[in-house]
């Protein structure tokens, strides 16, 4: 096997910003294997990792913003970024949809983050060479 | 091969067993062969008894004993943490099984995450 | 009512590095009391501590973790409320 | 010293709900110590425990949903809930003038909760008899 | 009498030790005495030559060489920690005081606190 | 290039209970990465592992973390890419 046989990676992050190292790791991690010519077929948010997808976290300003550099690595790539709905909808994170059904006053998902079910991870694990999951640390 | 979902917290202090129990049942539903492993203090999950009304959660009991029924192929529990949290056989819940946590365990999956 | 110098309170299971850092900490006039994860201290053979240790009894109920007759006392959160009037400091772990 | 001496509190939750306990634990004391003639002086939010002011937060029906729980609870009692704003803001919990100043597309801050900086916290200890913390477990 | 900030995490993998110094330094700053402790795995905030750049964090060397400016009145470390991490003197911060976290040691503050 | 059959993703300190649970599970054909806090593994005593152990430099340098010479094998965010596409199984701890 080469290092130059392109594969293709579902990443799982269940670290959040600003608590945990996760989103970093992970995003230096999809950088380099897309260099390197590897397909990142998703990124899928599960548990506290699903903060990821604030449109609202505003840290000081020499501080990256790790859902917006997230957000923006995703656009450029075209990578499907998914926020677990169990996840989401106990931590506060909704989109547009959900805030209509539980009548909430406001949505805050930062786009292209969507929301959907475990098996969009189930999917990623089926299709994709590698999963990679990036965990909360200590 | 088969995935194994590894669950090495207690329950009720976090939610990370939980959703390590909504991915096995998940991949279970879409009929991926999947198994649980309780292991450090992960094993307190199979304790009998469990009353968590006071503190306002479900109880665990319940959700581990449908894990047959969605199709979840087996509880495993490593039996030395069993024993370092005092769980003799007549405590533990149901259709466990123990094994030895080791390395030749884990070649028997092709696949091994935790939930965070 | 004695007076507790210390009220160690410790939410932590044996297995995460506060516990056994809390235990060698409190001195004899201490109290530990265990809540949350930390009532899974009364099921391992744990280091003993030096201080008295409580349990708080809807964490142990929780758990299905049931008292030894006399190893332990429990607690409920009046009780506990009680217990940190009584302490002149309280350490959360 | 007996039990019955007024005593007062300022309570520190620095464990998230859906995520540790310590919302319940610090609910269930806070109401003990009300019930046993005690004040609560203030409950302050700080590190992931901020996230316990989200207005947003959408368990399922048959789980308790602490940020409403511990509003109602907050009202109730006319206890001050006061999230510490650099928490808060790195973990998108914000209120209107948040928003406003930041320009963030909507805020999620669930009243009574407010924010305000670590002095907060620096004041309750001052002022209170005994400061408890809530920390999450493992 | 003084309060005792307790840091035992280790630097950038959580926020927890960051927060406990705002906690610090919000103390020092309405001119109430407070020290902090490095134990356990909190000891690594005290090695020198930490270069984060790269994982895209500021080095919390910068803020613990403030810390005496801003009124903090003692940076304690375990001893038996550090060694354990193979902290020798050459390599710890400057104005660092190794101390034995035992009972003795918190019973000269009438608080202690941990950030998480 | 060797076959590696388990690359270990450790990201917790050695304090942590999965840090020796690990180490105690990788087998000799297996590669253990060290990543985040799992790089001060590096500074401890910890019990040696079976498998090879690798550490990401990145993390090292923020730690102030220096190789002994020769005792590990570093490697940035490339490489560590290149082990997860040569591994046959991942497992992140």
Known sequence: MQDSTPFSFTLVITGAPYSSQAPQSALSFAAAAIKAGHRVDRVFLYGDGVQLASALASPPSDEPQWPREWSTFLEEHGIPGVACIASALRRGLVDEGEQKRYELPASNLRAPFTIAGLGEWVEGRMSSSRTVYFHGSD | ?116 | MTEIQTLHILNKSPEHPRFARCLSIAGPADTILLIENGVLGLSTASASASGKVLALEPDMAARGIVSQSGTVETVDYDAMVALTARAQQVISW
Chains 1, 4 share one sequence.
Not at chain 2, 88 to 101: F, H, S, Y
Request: net charge negative; charged share 20%.
């Open chain 2, 1 to 116: 091969m088969s995935t194994l979902i590894v669950i090495d917290q207690p329950p009720y202090g976090s939610w990370a067993g939980r959703e390590a129990l909504d991915m096995a049942f998940s991949l279970a539903a879409f009929d991926q062969p999947v198994s649980l492993l309780f292991c450090g203090a992960g094993v307190n999950w199979l304790r009998k008894g469990q009353e968590p009304g006071t503190i306002r959660q479900k109880s665990v009991e319940k959700n581990l004993a449908a894990a047959p029924i969605f199709g979840v192929e087996a509880l495993l529990a490593d039996g030395d943490d069993c024993k370092r949290y005092g769980l003799e056989a007549e405590q533990l819940l149901d259709g466990v099984t123990l094994v030895q946590a080791d390395s030749q365990l884990f070649t028997n999956y092709s696949h091994t995450a935790f939930a965070g």
